[in-house]
C-alpha cells in the first residue's frame, strides 16, 4: 500500500499538510514567535509586517502565532470526533446490516431520523444542554458524523453476509459477534479507512461552522474556527484577520481529503 | 446591477478605512451635531425612508418590547402624555392636563375633546379606561403593563379576580380618575411609554390575533396619532402616512417608510445609492471612517442603556468581599476598549446611571482604571497578588462584540492577577443561568424605558427582583427604603438628592461594575432636517422635514 | 409498484413523528425558559404566570405534544410567541428566499459540475481530468462562510460587481443570490463534476457506446446524447437528496450573506425558545428531507429493474 502510496504525489503533498498542521499542535510553543494570549489593546489590527508575519487581530495579539496554537484544537476535535462518530457507526451500521429484518429497518429509521434533523439544531440543542466545552463539542459532532458511517458500514456489511467464508463461519457455530468482528469488519476496512480520513477533514469544517455561531471551542485559547469568528466584524478592514485562519483550515481539510483520496486509489483494487 | 460608478463614495470609504487600518486606529473625530436643527422654515410634503436594522416584532401596545416595534408605534399612538423630544420633559397629548390630590394618590387627567381616532371617530375616557383594562387583562398576557402596576386593582385585574381596574374611574366623558397605591413620583413620566397609548379597541379586536402583526391593516390599525398605518410587508418595510385630522402639531412629511434591514452594511450601502434618507444603525468598527465619508450628516447618541459586570452576589468568591469587587472594577480599562474594539463609538459609564438619565451625578467618583490600586484591594480581599484566588468565572451572552470585549477585560484582570475563565453562553440558556444565580461574573445591559432614574435603579438593585431582573441578588435595607422614599417624593429637587445617595450607596457596595452606556452613531441625508433623537433612543417622525 | 411505493410513504409516517419527538423533547431539556425569553425584562411572578398558562406551557409535556400534534393534523402550526404571527405564515415569507439561495446553488452547481466533469472525462488524464479531481476536492475542503466572505471581499467590495449582502428587496434578484449561490453550491459543484467524470468513463465503456461509435457517429454526438444523458442520472438524483440537506444547511450562508430565509428563522427560534417556530420549522424541513428521498428511490425503482420493492 505504502509502495503504492509513494509514488502519488498529490497524496504525498496531501500528508505533508497533515504532518504540517501535526507539527504545528506539537511544537507551537516552539515555532510561535509570540504568546498567542498576549492582548496588546493599542496595537489592534496592525497589517502584516516584519513584526508580526500574519498582523494583528482586534486585541494585538498576533495572528500567526494563534493559527499555530489553533493547530491544536482542530486537530484534536478532529480526531476525537471521527473516532467517537465511527464507533456508533460501526456499531450500528454492523447490527443493521448483519441481522437485517425489523432491526435493520429500526436502526435505519432512527439513521433517518437524525440525517433529516437540521445539523444546528441537533449542535445546539446538545451545546446549550450540556454546556459548551471540549468533551460536548466531541458529542455534538459525532452525533451528526455517525450517521453516514452506519450507512456505509451497513452497505459493506449486507453485500459480506451473503459471502461463503461468512456462510462457513456460521455453519461451524462461531457466534455472531465473532463473525463480525473476526470475518467482516477486516474485510470492510479499507472504505472505512478512507472515509475516517476524509472524515477527519468534515469535522474540523463543523467545528468552524460550530465556532462561527458562537458554540465552538471557548476563548481565550485559539481555535481557527473562533479567529474567523472574531475577525468577521473587522473583515473589509482588517481581513489579514479571516484570510490566515481560513487558509490553516483549508489546507488542513485538504491535506486529509488528499490523503484519503490518495488511499482510495492506493487501496482500490480495481486500479 | 451594482457598479462602481454609482458607488464612487464606496470606493472612497474603502480606501480611507484601509489608510485607517494602515495608520492604526488611533484617528477620532467627534460627530458634529446632535441634532439636525435648521434655521430655514420647514418644508411639508415628501416620504422619508428610514432604515431600520431587524424588524420590529410586534405593533400592538401590548407587546412592545423592543425599540424598533417601540419607534414605529409611538407615531402610530399618542398616550396622556409625551416626552419633549430633545429634553424629554413631560407634555401634555391626549390629557391637556392634570391635577393631583392632596395626598397625592390620586392623579385626575382632563382629556382633549378634539383628540380623534384615525378612522375619524372621537376619543372619549372610556375608550382610554378600555384599552388600559385590555393591557392589565391576564389573558392578554402583555409582558409590557408595567406602567399600570402602580394603580389601585391592577393585580386583581391581572391575576384574573376582576374585570376592570378599580383604581380608574371616568368622572365624565373627558375626565379620568386614577388611584394609586402609593404615592408615585414616577408613574406620570411612566405613561410616555407607547405601551399605555391609545388604539381604537374595536377595531383591534376586529383583527382578533393578528393585531399588530405584518397581517395588520388601516382598518384594525386605528391609532391616535400624528401617522396613521398603510401596510406592513413582513420582513421588508412598514409605511404610515400623515393624519391630516391630528390634534397636536402636524407632521411635515407625507409618508414615512421603515425599510427592514437584517444587517447594517446592506442598509449603509442603500444610504450610499441614495435611497434611504436615515440609517439607523452602522456596522461595527466603522464609525470613524463613516464620519469622515459624510460630514455633517451623523449624529452621535447616548442612550439609556447601561453595560454592567455583575457580581453573584450570593456565593462565593463574591459574597461579602467587597474588596475583591472593587479590585476588579480598578483591574479593568473599558477606556481602552472603547478606543480600539468599540472605535470610539460608546462612552464610559460613570456610576449605575445612564449619564443622559435625569438625576445622574457627574460628581460621583467611581473606581477608575488603576492597577496599583487593583492590586492593593485584591491583597485587602485576602489574594495577595492573586495568590488562592481560583479562576473566576465570567459569563456572557455570545455576540462577537462581547466575546472580544471579555477577551481584553481577561488580560487586564490577568495582569494584576486575577485569574478568570471565559463562558459563552446563548441568550436562552445564558438568561436562565444569571437569573438562577449559577453564574460567578456576568456581563448584562438595562436600558431604561421611561426617563425616570428609578426605572434603572429600582428593578436592579431590590430584593423583589432577585432572580428576574437582580441577578445580582444585591440588597442594601437602606438602600431599599431610599429607593421607596425616592418614589414617593414629589418635589424634584429632593428626589434626585435621593437617588444621588443611592448611587453613592451603590458604588461603595459594587453590586456591579458599569462600563459602557451604550450610543449609537446615526447617519442621515443632506436634505434631512430638525431630526431629533432622545436618549430614550426614539426619532420624532413629526418634527423631521425634507428640504427639496 | 403501488404497493412499493405506499409501504415507503408509510415507512415516512415513524421518521416524521419521531423527529418532532425528538424536536419535543430537545426543546424542553435545554436550559432557558421561552416565558422569561418572551417576556423580556418587564417579569414579575404574575407576569410570568400568565405567560405560562396563556401559552399552555403549564401543562404537561406530553399533554402539550398531543395537543400540538392534533393541531399540526387541521394544519395548524400554532404561532410564534415572539412574533405572535401564525408560523405557517412566517415559513410562507422565510421559504422563497431559502428556495432561491439553493435553486440557485444547485443550478450553478450543476451546471458546472456537469461541464468540468464532462471535460475530464472525455479528456481521462488530461490537465483537465487532474484538475477535475484536485478541484472537487479543493471544494469540500474549503469552509463555507469562508468562501463566502472572500467573495464578498472580492466581487462585492474591491471589483463593486455583485451585491455584498441582502436580499434586494420585493421580489427575487438574481444578482444578489450569485454569490450567496456559488458559495453555497461549490462544495456540490465539486462533487458533481467527479461523480459525473466517473459516470462517464463507466458509460463511454459501455456496448451501446462502442455501437455508436462503431456506426460512425461524430465523437460530440456519442458523447454529448448518448454517453451523457445516462451518466446524468445519478448525479440528477444526487442533486435531489441535496436538494433537501441544502434547504437546512444554508444557515451560515443565509448569515453571512444577510438573506431572512428559513436557516436564520430556526437559529433566531432556537436562542429565543420559540417553540413552535422551532418546531415549525424542523418539520418542513424534515418533510422536505424525506419526501425528496422517497422520490429519489421510487425513480430509482422505476428506473432500475434490479432494485426489489421488499
Known amino acids: 500500500m505504502w509502495a503504492r502510496l509513494r509514488t502519488d504525489w498529490v497524496a504525498i503533498f496531501g500528508l505533508f499538510l497533515v504532518l504540517l498542521a501535526v507539527i504545528f499542535a506539537f511544537c507551537a510553543e516552539i515555532i510561535a514567535p509570540y504568546d498567542p494570549l498576549q492582548v496588546a489593546m493599542y496595537e489592534s489590527l496592525e497589517a502584516p509586517s516584519f513584526d508580526h508575519i500574519m498582523g494583528t487581530d482586534i486585541l494585538g495579539r498576533d495572528v500567526f502565532s494563534r493559527i499555530i496554537y489553533g493547530a491544536r484544537p482542530s486537530l484534536i476535535i478532529g480526531v476525537v470526533a471521527t473516532s467517537i462518530s465511527l464507533l456508533i457507526g460501526l456499531i450500528i451500521g454492523a447490527i443493521a446490516g448483519y441481522y437485517g ?78 463473525i463480525i468482528l473476526r470475518h467482516v469488519l477486516p474485510n470492510i476496512l479499507a472504505p472505512v479507512i478512507i472515509y475516517t480520513t476524509m472524515n477527519v477533514g468534515v469535522i474540523i469544517l463543523a467545528e468552524a461552522g460550530l465556532s462561527f455561531l458562537g458554540l465552538g471551542v471557548q476563548p481565550p485559547h485559539p481555535s481557527w474556527g473562533l479567529m474567523l469568528a472574531e475577525g468577521k466584524d473587522y473583515f473589509f478592514a482588517a481581513s489579514w484577520t479571516v484570510i490566515w485562519p481560513g487558509i490553516a483550515i483549508f489546507l488542513t481539510v485538504l491535506g486529509y481529503n488528499l490523503l484519503g483520496d490518495g488511499l482510495r486509489s492506493a487501496l482500490d483494487p480495481r486500479q | 446591477m451594482l457598479n462602481s460608478k454609482r458607488y464612487p463614495s464606496l470606493v472612497i470609504a474603502i480606501i480611507v478605512s484601509a489608510a485607517l487600518i494602515l495608520t492604526g486606529c488611533g484617528l477620532t473625530t467627534e460627530p458634529t451635531k446632535n441634532t439636525t436643527l435648521s434655521a430655514s422654515i420647514p418644508v411639508d410634503g415628501g416620504l422619508f425612508r428610514f432604515g431600520m436594522i431587524s424588524s420590529p416584532t410586534a405593533l400592538d401596545p401590548a407587546f412592545l418590547v423592543e425599540v424598533n416595534g417601540i419607534e414605529i408605534a409611538k407615531e402610530l399612538y399618542d398616550g396622556l402624555i409625551r416626552y419633549d423630544p430633545n429634553t424629554l420633559e413631560v407634555k401634555p397629548a391626549i390629557a391637556e392636563k392634570w391635577d393631583y390630590s392632596a395626598d397625592k394618590k390620586v392623579l385626575t387627567f382632563h382629556i382633549r375633546k378634539d383628540v380623534k381616532f384615525h378612522d375619524g371617530t372621537g376619543v372619549n375616557a372610556q375608550d382610554i379606561l378600555d384599552v388600559w383594562n385590555r393591557l392589565a387583562a391576564k389573558a392578554t398576557v402583555s409582558p409590557v403593563a408595567f406602567p399600570l402596576e402602580p394603580i389601585v386593582g391592577f393585580a386583581e385585574v391581572n391575576s384574573g379576580a376582576a374585570q376592570t381596574i378599580s383604581g380608574l374611574k371616568k368622572i365624565d366623558d373627558y375626565t379620568i380618575e386614577v388611584t394609586l397605591k402609593e404615592k408615585n413620583a414616577a408613574f ?67 409618508q414615512v417608510v421603515y425599510r427592514i434591514f437584517k444587517d447594517e452594511s446592506t442598509a449603509l450601502n442603500e444610504f450610499r445609492a441614495g435611497t434611504l434618507d436615515y440609517v439607523d444603525l452602522l456596522p461595527p468598527g466603522q464609525s470613524q471612517a463613516i464620519i469622515q465619508e459624510f460630514p455633517d450628516q451623523t449624529i452621535k447618541t447616548i442612550t439609556f442603556t447601561n453595560e454592567f459586570i455583575g457580581f453573584n452576589l450570593s456565593k462565593a468568591p463574591f459574597k461579602d ?83 472580544i470585549i471579555a477577551e481584553a477585560f481577561q488580560s487586564q484582570l490577568k495582569e494584576v492577577g486575577i485569574p478568570t475563565e471565559l463562558k459563552s453562553m446563548e ?101 434631512v432636517h430638525d431630526l431629533t433623537i432622545s436618549a430614550l433612543d426614539q426619532k420624532d417622525m413629526r418634527t423631521v422635514w425634507l428640504s427639496k | 409498484m403501488a404497493r412499493f411505493i405506499i409501504w415507503r410513504i408509510f415507512q415516512l409516517i415513524p421518521v416524521i413523528l419521531g423527529i418532532s419527538i425528538l424536536t419535543f423533547l430537545m426543546m424542553s431539556f435545554v436550559p432557558g425558559d421561552p416565558v422569561v425569553l418572551m417576556l423580556g425584562k418587564h417579569i414579575s411572578p404574575q407576569t410570568l404566570e400568565n405567560a ?26 400554532g404561532r410564534s410567541y415572539i412574533q405572535h404571527q401564525e408560523v405557517s405564515q412566517m415559513l410562507y415569507d422565510k421559504i422563497p428566499v431559502t428556495f432561491c439561495l439553493v435553486v440557485v446553488a444547485q443550478t450553478m452547481a450543476l451546471t458546472l459540475g456537469v461541464l468540468i466533469g464532462v471535460l475530464a472525462s472525455v479528456k481521462r488524464y488530461s490537465f483537465w481530468d487532474r484538475f477535475t479531481t484536485f478541484s472537487a476536492l479543493i471544494g469540500v475542503s474549503m469552509p463555507t462562510f469562508w468562501l463566502g466572505m472572500m467573495l464578498q471581499l472580492v466581487f462585492g467590495v474591491l471589483l463593486h460587481i455583485l451585491p455584498v449582502s441582502g436580499t434586494g428587496g420585493e421580489g427575487f434578484h438574481l444578482q444578489n443570490y450569485i454569490l450567496p449561490g456559488f458559495t453555497l453550491g461549490f462544495a456540490s459543484m465539486a462533487m458533481y463534476a467527479q461523480l459525473i467524470r466517473s459516470n462517464m468513463i463507466d458509460v463511454l465503456h459501455m456496448d451501446y457506446i462502442r455501437t455508436a461509435r462503431a456506426k460512425g457517429l461524430s ?30 444547511g444554508a444557515i451560515l450562508t443565509e448569515t453571512i450573506f444577510s438573506l431572512p430565509g428559513i436557516g436564520t428563522m430556526l437559529f433566531n427560534a432556537i436562542s429565543r425558545r420559540d417553540y413552535p417556530v422551532v418546531q415549525g420549522v424542523t418539520l418542513f424541513l424534515a418533510l422536505v428531507f424525506v419526501l425528496i428521498n422517497l422520490l429519489v428511490d421510487i425513480s430509482y425503482a422505476l428506473l432500475d429493474p434490479r432494485i426489489r420493492y421488499d
Open chain 1, 101 to 178: 429484518g425489523w432491526l435493520d429497518s429500526l436502526l435505519m429509521r432512527i439513521t433517518d431520523v437524525f440525517l433529516a434533523f437540521p445539523f444546528f439544531l441537533l449542535a445546539i440543542a446538545i451545546l446549550t444542554f450540556l454546556g459548551t466545552n471540549l468533551v460536548n463539542i466531541f458529542i455534538a459532532l459525532s452525533m451528526v458524523g455517525w450517521t453516514n458511517y452506519a450507512r456505509l458500514v451497513r452497505g459493506q456489511v449486507i453485500s459480506l453476509r451473503h459471502r461463503d467464508y461468512v456462510k462457513a463461519a456460521r455453519s461451524i457455530g462461531a457466534n455472531d459477534s465473532r
Open chain 2, 427 to 527: 441568550w436562552g440558556s445564558y438568561i436562565n443561568a444569571v437569573q438562577q444565580g449559577d453564574t460567578q461574573m456576568f456581563r448584562l445591559a438595562w436600558g431604561a424605558d421611561y426617563p425616570d432614574p428609578d426605572n434603572s435603579l429600582r428593578v436592579l438593585y431590590t430584593k423583589s427582583q432577585w432572580g428576574m431582573n437582580n441577578n445580582t441578588f444585591y440588597s442594601n435595607p437602606q438602600v431599599e427604603t431610599l429607593m421607596t422614599q425616592g418614589l414617593e417624593e414629589n418635589d424634584t429637587l429632593k428626589r434626585m438628592a435621593i437617588y444621588k445617595t443611592i448611587q453613592e450607596k451603590l458604588v461603595e457596595d459594587q453590586p456591579a461594575i458599569w462600563t459602557f452606556n451604550t450610543t449609537y452613531l446615526r447617519l442621515f441625508g443632506k436634505n
Open chain 2, 321 to 403: 468581599n467587597v474588596y475583591l469587587r472593587k479590585a476588579i472594577a480598578y483591574a479593568i480599562d473599558p477606556q481602552s476598549v472603547v478606543d480600539s474594539i468599540l472605535s470610539g463609538l460608546s462612552t464610559v459609564s460613570n456610576g449605575p446611571l445612564p449619564i443622559t438619565m435625569p438625576g445622574y451625578d457627574k460628581d460621583l467618583i467611581c473606581p477608575s482604571f488603576d492597577q496599583t490600586k487593583a492590586k492593593e484591594y485584591l491583597a485587602k480581599a485576602g489574594y495577595p497578588e492573586g495568590k488562592g484566588l481560583a479562576p473566576i468565572q465570567y459569563a456572557y451572552n455570545f455576540n462577537q462584540t462581547n466575546q
Open chain 2, 188 to 254: 406620570l413620566t411612566s405613561l410616555g411609554h407607547p405601551t399605555v397609548s391609545i388604539y381604537k379597541l374595536e377595531a383591534a379586536k376586529k383583527a382578533g390575533q393578528d393585531f399588530g402583526t405584518p397581517a395588520s391593516t388601516p382598518e384594525t390599525i386605528v391609532g391616535t396619532g400624528a401617522f396613521k398605518f398603510v401596510k406592513w410587508n413582513s420582513d421588508q418595510d412598514i409605511t404610515i402616512e400623515k393624519f391630516k385630522d391630528y390634534y397636536g402639531t402636524k407632521a411635515h412629511v407625507d
Open chain 3, 52 to 77: 405560562r398558562q396563556g401559552l399552555g406551557l403549564d401543562q404537561p409535556l406530553l399533554t402539550r405534544y398531543l395537543q400540538y400534534l392534533w393541531n399540526a393534523l387541521q394544519g395548524d402550526f
Open chain 3, 219 to 248: 465523437s460530440r454526438i456519442v458523447v454529448f446524447k448518448h454517453a451523457m444523458r445516462n451518466a446524468l442520472i445519478p448525479v440528477t438524483t444526487q442533486a435531489g437528496v441535496d436538494f433537501g440537506s441544502l434547504m437546512g
